[in-house]
């Protein structure tokens, strides 16, 4: 189990911060162009070297659910730590950077290596290190100004999707500070969908940064939901990444269909 929630949070809400400011909301009314939604997404400021982001997180499928804490330490296009624990113990970590995947878990005495591509295949998802990074600071997870999206007001939000056949995405804004409250990702012919929700935002210092984020996961094997709830987030705090696999521990190997 603990495999698929590390999976998850790379893959793929909350207490309130201490010392952080909840963020009012605008409701879009008429339509506005993609340009200009894109534009005013990317004002956001994101200006910071490193994110420690302490949150708790409840995981749940159609066989279980499993409430745990989490430490995910963001060196800014370097590398992504995250930690899971039970009752204060790591029982699960997993390392990330733009090359490379790393994770072990101690139910099962069990590690991984690998890159996106091999864990992209197996999650049945196009993934990279920036998407992942981006869902966890509230940023659209693809690249908006090099994609063809068309624009509409959908549910009081401002909507860019895609028009590809093979997958659909699709992203909503509040009206206020164009923050993203919904990513959606949907491969039809393969029965597979991703949303990523967003129920607030907080400002940290210039920063406004999501407090909640509720990944919800549908493909053949059912369904798989993830709330995620940061309760401290603290920016340009100086850390080290530790990482090491503990002896006599089972390296896996993710076999994919041809």
Known sequence: MLRYIIVSFLALAMASCKSAASVAEGEAGSAMSSS??????????????????KATARYEDERQTQNVTADIRIIKDEAILVSIRFFGITMAKALITPSEVKYYEKINSEFFEGDFTTLSRWLGTDLDFYKVQNMLTGEALDNLNTSKLKSSVQDKMYK????????????????????IKKQEIFQPAKNRGLTITYPGHQKHGEMLLPAAIQIDAVQDQGKTNININYTAVTINEEFTLPYSVPSGYEQIFIKLDE
Not at 36 to 53: D, F, L, P, V
């Open 160 to 179: 860019l999707e895609s028009d590809a056949a093979a997958t659909n995405k699709a992203y909503y804004f509040e009206a206020r500070n164009f923050l």
């Open 36 to 53: 200009k939604i894109i534009a005013k997404h990317y004002a956001n400021k994101r200006e910071y070297r490193t994110m420690y982001i």
